[in-house]
């Protein structure tokens, strides 16, 4: 048996008027469904019996799969012959890879001085073809009483506005001009198919022709798309109904044949177009689609089905959380409870935390770690930009205890008992994970693994005095190729800073640790720290001051990757590839040539020109300067850093662990050297912006 979806369209007669009803079913139903063999019909929700089902003579038109979508949009154009459709649902970005325009007309099969075929898209002629021929759906018409209905279709692909979206005027159709003469326009739908880079990969299926319904003995019809093969999981699917001589106004008589209406509400007597998002309705796998349309007595005609659908086992918006997690939870994880999406990319973030002392981050500076990530320059397939990360506290934040903060409640985030030290230094220099993976083990969810970074509030890291005061560390890797593919785990450790780290500092902190767990480094393209025109969190010149751009100061990853030579700097040029003013940071030259080692950091407000040499001038000469202060003379590469973060956390997001796993099985211990160690005395160094000397 095949388990099919079943899509119903139900017309009831009410006191002479059509109610349009309709419900999704599936159940396994063999394919031998017909007028001739009723008794293998199935049987709908609570024991409501289906009609023997007649196959429609809708055709396939097009069938493409691609990265993108369809969208359709239609106009009743009753006794007008024009019409207007807007368009502005297709996403932003995307190409129209096809366009048909479907339009209906009852009457004769000739009338002199009319073109049935022959209209105008935005002032330019179409021509189309004739794709089916209905019965009169009980619609007379004066003179020529029940006469026929022709179903058009015109390839308008060449006549889209670019980009998909606008107004598209009709114009010169055939038509008369009551609801009773001859031709009888319904209307016309426009349906775009398009592509996107970052879309989904997508399967798009027009069917079109023209069956009517009813017309005195009732009558179900069933369209079968088959091939669908969507796996042991379902990814997105919708399908739009479009339908001739449907009327509004409809009571409910006769009750639909299943328990979950998705089509209702026929707005007018025209042509009809209802686009259902049948996600959420289906039940997986499922292999073919059954739509039915039907009606008692009066009719209507059926001239066009679309239909998309695509895997639950694709990742379409590159977050690494599979579409299907993302539409219907996983293990018990409820992810569209918690606000994914498969089209908008995800992150997903549980933060434990010591309460000896308040380590945490209050609640509007959680907030504002949202804020950076939504405003990312990142692209979606839905056609915004943004990232949307979910931390989980438990809904508590500086000042304020466990379930308090909703939106920072997922379930998770858990006070721990305060640690002086969280973990400790090994025989070679690094940090051992060993407590952190225990607290891990013990306070996270294994259900979470693959889909939540872990990080913990700490106090302090170990009892070397060479690691008192750092920041916070990534359980990020070496050699650097496994570096670049990042982590799930870190944590932020300001307890022996003064105030325990500001708000402000504590939020640098956690954006720079869980860089790192997203591949990104404290050089951009390498680790070299210091770099002055590279504009990020994950530079130590800015992780705890932040990054000013235009009057403005914030936290951000870089948005561009400008490259300097420190052998020959151009202080009349600014920083090629930066717009805008800055504030930006570097190293002198030593002032005094007895004194290398005594280097001044300058933070000055920069936009076309830079005193690169620290003597007060603006030179045309080139300049020669250790900018970053290794005792060298280099060419400083950086990095785009929202172009090259990495949502799989070293192949920790994505993969969920085996039947039975535990998280301690699952994160082999792991020794890293320390990848996010501001130190508080840095930090006295580089974090105020008041502490250093300001060039306006």
């Given at each position: ?378 692209n979606n397939p839905d056609g915004t930009t943004g990232i949307n990360i979910h931390i989980d506290t438990g809904g508590a934040a500086f000042g304020q205890p ?295």
């Amino acid at each position: 048996m095949k388990a099919l979806l079943r899509i119903f369209v139900a017309l009831v007669i009410a006191a002479g008027m059509l109610i349009p009803q309709a419900a999704v079913f599936a159940q396994d139903m063999g394919p031998t469904c017909t007028d001739q063999n009723p008794a293998d019909c199935p049987e709908g929700g609570e024991g409501a019996g289906v009609e023997a089902q007649a196959a429609t003579n809708l055709k396939l038109a097009y069938s493409k799969t691609l990265k993108g979508g369809y969208v359709a949009h239609g106009v009743n154009m009753r006794a007008t012959g024009s019409g207007t459709i807007i368009v502005d649902d297709v996403p932003a970005g995307a190409k129209v890879v096809k366009a048909y325009l479907l339009w209906s007309i009852t009457g004769p099969a000739k009338m002199a001085g009319y073109y049935y075929n022959k209209g105008k898209i935005n002032g330019v002629n179409i021509t189309a073809s004739l794709v089916g021929t209905g019965s009169n759906p009980r619609w007379p018409l004066n003179d020529y009483g029940l006469a026929p209905i022709y179903a058009f279709r015109a390839d308008v692909t060449g006549r889209m506005i670019k980009g998909g979206n606008g107004t598209y005027n009709l114009s010169g159709f055939a038509s008369g001009t009551t609801e009773s003469t001859a031709p009888l326009l319904d209307g016309a739908t426009l349906i775009i198919v398009y592509s996107q880079t970052e879309g989904p990969l997508t399967t798009v299926k027009i069917y079109t022709g023209a069956t009517t319904t009813g017309g005195g003995k009732p009558q179900n019809l069933h369209l079968t798309v088959t091939g669908i093969n969507t796996g042991e999981i379902s990814g997105m699917s919708q399908a739009t109904f479009i339908v001739a001589h449907g009327q509004s106004g409809m009571t409910d008589q006769g009750g639909s044949f299943f328990d979950a209406n998705v089509v209702s509400d026929w707005s007018g007597n025209g042509l009809d177009v209802r686009t259902v998002d049948l996600t959420s309705l289906i039940t997986p796998p499922e292999n073919d689609f059954w739509f039915t349309v039907s009606s008692d007595v009066d009719g209507v005609t059926w001239i066009g089905q679309v239909v998309s659908y695509s895997s639950g086992n694709q990742d379409s918006d590159g977050d690494k959380l599979k579409d299907a997690w993302e539409l219907f939870g996983i293990n018990g994880v409820d992810l569209p409870g918690f606000g994914a999406d498969p089209l908008h990319k995800d992150l997903f973030i549980e933060a434990d935390y010591m309460t000896g002392h308040d380590h945490l981050l209050d609640r509007t500076h959680l907030q504002d770690i949202v804020n950076v990530f939504a405003n990312a320059p990142v692209n979606n397939p839905d056609g915004t930009t943004g990232i949307n990360i979910h931390i989980d506290t438990g809904g508590a934040a500086f000042g304020q205890p466990a379930g308090t903060y909703a939106e920072f409640d997922l379930g998770g985030g858990n006070g721990l008992v305060e640690d002086a030290t969280l973990g400790a230094e090994t025989d070679y220099g690094d940090y051992d994970w060993t407590e952190f993976q225990e607290i891990k083990n013990a306070n996270f969810d294994a259900d979470r693994l693959g889909i939540f970074h872990y990080m913990i509030f700490a106090h302090d890291l170990t009892e070397n005095p060479d690691w008192w005061g750092i920041s916070g560390i990534s359980r990020n890797g070496w050699p650097d190729s496994t570096f670049a593919k990042g982590a799930t785990d870190f944590i932020v450790s300001m307890g022996t800073w003064d105030e325990m780290g500001t708000q402000d500092e504590r939020e640098g902190t956690f954006i720079h640790e869980l860089g790192h767990n997203l591949g990104l480094r404290h050089g951009g393209n390498d680790h070299m720290n210091y770099k002055p025109q590279y504009f990020s969190v994950m530079n130590y010149f800015y992780q705890t001051a932040g990054i000013y751009r235009d009057g403005t100061w914030f936290y951000d990853y870089s948005r561009e990757a400008p490259t300097i030579s420190e052998t020959a700097l151009n202080e009349m040029a600014g920083i090629p590839g930066v717009t805008g003013r800055r504030a930006m940071r570097w190293f002198c030259p030593p002032a005094d040539p007895n004194h290398p080692e005594i280097r001044n950091v300058v933070f000055y407000y920069i936009d076309s020109m830079i005193d690169w040499d620290c003597d007060g001038w603006a030179e045309s000469s080139k300049q020669r300067v250790d900018t970053n202060g290794d005792w060298k003379f280099s060419s400083l590469k950086t990095q785009n850093n929202w172009a090259s973060i990495t949502f799989a956390g070293g192949g920790g997001i994505g993969t969920l662990p085996a039947a039975g796993m535990s998280s301690h099985s699952l994160n082999a211990l792991m020794v890293t050297r320390p990848t996010g160690c501001l130190t508080n005395e840095d930090a006295a160094e580089f974090s105020g912006r008041d502490l250093l000397p300001v060039k306006p």
